[in-house]
């Protein structure tokens, strides 16, 4: 059963309390989407997809955001928030052939905006609208960085009624004119503790005070941060607090989900994974690394060892990150291997197992890894190798959570207790045998050219979008870096430029000898020498008078 419990928040913030619908009465009555007056394309959409009866998440926030009531929601990860905003957001919304639409005061201005922290969670968000837009003509603009600015422009000229982006690309559409607010009737926050931890904030006041002032607006947050909450208070009008829990699912993480935690050593963490992901009954399964560099090196081992793997990392250009997303939700590829950047953007539902192959820095970050399994009601499966440095943030983990691992469990690739712990078959190698390689693989999947920006764009802003994220959290992790395979930067010795790497196939710098008039460095335009003449008298050494001869 679901219930609303006492809420937090600063009593300015928090309207009276509204009614709400429990999960208890939903599954009672076996409630559905219609049985919430919302339209009935919307409805049918829905049912195309398989989608008619409601999370209890969702199913506490529709009456609230129907009746435009500002609304706080909080849910685990997983739990359907999307469609809790994105089914009230699309009801309001007028479409181009529906009756009101030519009277509206601006026809194809923007009527909706979702603004989200990172580009996979806005393609995510996204889909979901159009989803349930099927069977109407409303318009979905996605814009986030990474892409070219040229079609999204084009969009929005030619009018849309709902945008989801990132913030940091619709500021700069915003600033060049292109992207116009002043006609959004409803704005969405999500994931907003996650903007706050990205330095999101500002950028996201700055979009909020470009709509009118009468919008409806619901943020959606797993937790409440006092900058939130200060957010709340300064742009919401008395909104609604919903929370949504399980009596039976008092903890910090999901029910659903199985946790594993073992202390691993660096040297064999890669064969321990290559066993773990040969266990019955595994399917999709992501696995998080703290840094880029060890996140393509593991891709790289797992593809060698026969698996069908792909990487996604803030190092790759925006068609390879789609790329790598596409191939994993068709099941081109069955193991990811990310960084942090991706830990709120992926949303498969049949994700069997995650596995955190270096230490989560925080219980936050282990809450939204762990959150990619055990998803819609699915159960799931999430182990943490923990490095014998990481024990101390270990515990600070497992304390956090309660999650009742202190101390993890020493753990080779041979140890009896991992093949029984995940149902990995006695005898399991290393490598996957050549009968079970049945995936397509990542080259399956073409790379679609989206005309990408690069890293930066002139504005300063280029890649903000998803990209900060993950700097953020992989700061003060290059040393161990090291650990998993080699040292994460060349040096040239002895060549005076100890900041440059050598470049591959460059033999050594030697200091050149007193006098030379050759490069400095490889590649470097000689140095002109300069002849000094020695003078006397004002005149050239070479052209004083011969002295007379003796005798």
């Known amino acids: 059963m679901t219930s609303t419990e006492p809420t937090v928040l600063p009593e300015d913030v928090v309207a009276d309390t509204v009614d709400v619908p429990t999960a208890a009465s939903v599954q009672a009555a076996d409630v559905t989407f219609a049985d919430f007056d919302v339209r009935p394309e919307i ?8 989608i008619t009866t409601p999370f209890p998440i969702q199913a506490m926030t529709l009456p609230v955001a129907l009746s435009g009531h500002d609304i706080i929601g909080q849910a685990k990860t997983g739990t359907g928030k999307t469609l809790g905003f994105g089914v009230p957001l699309l009801h309001r919304v007028v479409a181009p052939d529906e009756e009101g639409f030519d009277a509206l005061p601006a026809p194809g201005k923007p009527q909706a905006l979702v603004v989200v922290p990172t580009r996979e969670l806005a393609v995510q968000v996204a889909g979901d609208l159009e989803t349930a837009s099927r069977r109407r003509s409303v318009r979905v603009a996605l814009l986030y960085g990474g892409r070219a600015y040229e079609p999204q422009i084009e969009m929005l000229n030619r009018g849309v009624e709902v945008v989801v982006g990132t913030p940091g690309r619709m500021i700069d559409l915003m600033n060049q004119g292109h992207l116009d607010l002043s006609r959004v009737k409803c704005v969405v926050l999500d994931e907003a503790d996650e903007m706050l931890d990205l330095g999101f904030l500002p950028d996201v006041e700055k979009l909020l005070a470009r709509t009118p002032a009468s919008r409806h607006t619901m943020l959606f947050s797993a937790t409440m941060p006092g900058a939130v909450v200060a957010m709340a208070r300064r742009y919401m009008t008395q909104p609604t607090h919903i929370r949504a829990s399980e009596p039976d699912d008092a903890g910090k993480t999901v029910k659903n989900i ?14 321990v994974l290559a066993r773990l992901l040969q266990a019955e009954g595994r399917g999709l399964t992501i696995v998080f690394a703290r840094t880029k560099r060890t996140a393509a ?14 990487a996604l990392h803030g190092d790759l250009g925006q068609g390879a990150r789609e790329q790598a997303l596409r191939a994993f939700r068709n099941g081109k590829v069955d193991v990811l291997v990310a960084t942090d950047v991706a830990a709120r953007g992926i949303d498969v539902d049949d994700v069997t197992h995650v596995v955190n192959y270096q230490c989560p820095e925080d219980e936050k970050t282990y809450l939204h890894r762990t959150g990619r ?32 691992f202190p101390e993890p469990q020493e753990t080779y690739s041979s140890s009896p207790h991992l093949f029984t712990d995940l149902g990995i078959p006695e005898g399991t190698t290393g490598r996957l045998p050549r009968s079970k390689r049945t995936r397509e693989g990542l080259d399956a999947e073409a790379i679609e050219d989206l005309g990408e920006t690069g890293k930066r764009h002139s504005s300063g802003r280029g890649d903000r979008d998803g990209g900060r994220g993950e700097r953020g ?6 040393a161990r870096e090291g650990r998993e395979g080699g040292r994460s930067r060349n040096r040239r010795r002895g060549s005076g430029s100890g900041d440059r790497p050598a470049e591959a ?12 008039t050759g490069p400095d460095e490889a590649g470097a335009a000689p140095r002109r020498r300069r002849n000094r003449r020695r003078t006397r008298g004002g005149r050239p050494a070479g052209d004083a008078p011969e002295a007379p001869a003796e005798g």
């Not at 797992?302 to 698996?307: C, D, K, P, Q, T």
């Not at 959290?473 to 290059?478: F, V, Y």
């Not at 196939?505 to 030379?516: I, L, N, S, Y």
């Open 43 to 50: 409805v049918a959409a829905l049912a195309d997809a398989g």
């Open 297 to 310: 090196k593991v891709a790289d081992e797992l593809i060698e060892r026969g698996f069908a793997a792909g």
């Open 505 to 516: 196939g460059a033999e050594p710098a030697t200091g050149p000898a007193v006098g030379a």
């Open 373 to 404: 399994t055990g998803r819609a009601g699915h159960k799931g499966t999430a182990v943490t190798f923990v490095d014998w440095d990481d024990v101390p943030r270990w515990g600070l983990i497992d304390k956090a959570l309660e999650l009742g």
């Open 473 to 478: 959290r992989s700061g003060g992790s290059e």
């Open 258 to 271: 199985k946790q594993v935690v073992y202390r691993a050593h660096a040297l064999d963490k890669v064969e």
